[in-house]
C-alpha cells in the first residue's frame, strides 16, 4: 500500500486546510486509514481514522474542529481542518492498517505511512 499526501501549507490562526491522501497497492488489506500527526520534539498522535464501513473516530483535541472522510471509489481518505490553531503545527501523515480497529490507532499499529506534509499555524 503506498499513501500521498497533499494540501499541506501555511495558514493562519483561525483558518482552514484541507490534507487529501491518495491509496494505492493492495487497498483491501487496509481496514482502516487515519491522519497521524508530530509536532517538534513531541511523539507522533492519532488526529483521526476511519474504518472500510466509514465509522470515525477523532481525538479529542480536534472534534469539532476537524473531519476525516473517505471516498472509497477514488481511493482517498481526507482531512478538513477548520478553526486552526498554532498548536495544531505539526507534520501530518496518513497511515493505514490491516488489523479491526474500533477505536484511534496507536503509531505501533499502523501498516503503511505516507511521508508527510507539513502544517503551519501561524500569523
Known amino acids: 500500500v503506498q499513501l500521498v499526501e497533499s494540501g499541506g501549507g501555511l495558514v493562519q490562526p483561525g483558518g482552514s486546510l484541507r490534507l487529501s491522501c491518495a491509496v494505492s497497492?493492495?487497498?483491501?488489506?487496509?481496514?482502516?486509514l487515519a491522519w497521524f500527526r508530530q509536532a517538534p520534539g513531541k511523539e507522533r498522535e492519532g488526529v483521526a481514522s476511519i474504518t472500510l464501513n466509514r465509522y470515525t473516530y477523532h481525538d479529542d483535541s480536534v472534534k469539532g474542529r476537524f473531519t476525516i472522510s473517505r471516498d472509497n471509489n477514488q481511493n482517498t481518505v481526507d482531512l478538513q481542518m477548520n478553526s486552526l490553531k498554532p498548536e495544531d503545527t505539526a507534520m501530518y501523515y496518513c497511515?493505514?492498517?490491516?488489523?479491526?480497529?474500533?477505536?484511534?490507532?496507536?503509531?505501533?499499529?499502523?501498516?503503511?505511512w505516507g511521508q508527510g506534509a507539513q502544517v503551519t499555524v501561524s500569523s
Open positions: 497511515a493505514a492498517g490491516a488489523q479491526i480497529m474500533f477505536r484511534l490507532p496507536r503509531p505501533s499499529e499502523v501498516n503503511y
Open positions: 497497492g493492495n487497498t483491501a488489506s487496509s481496514r482502516w
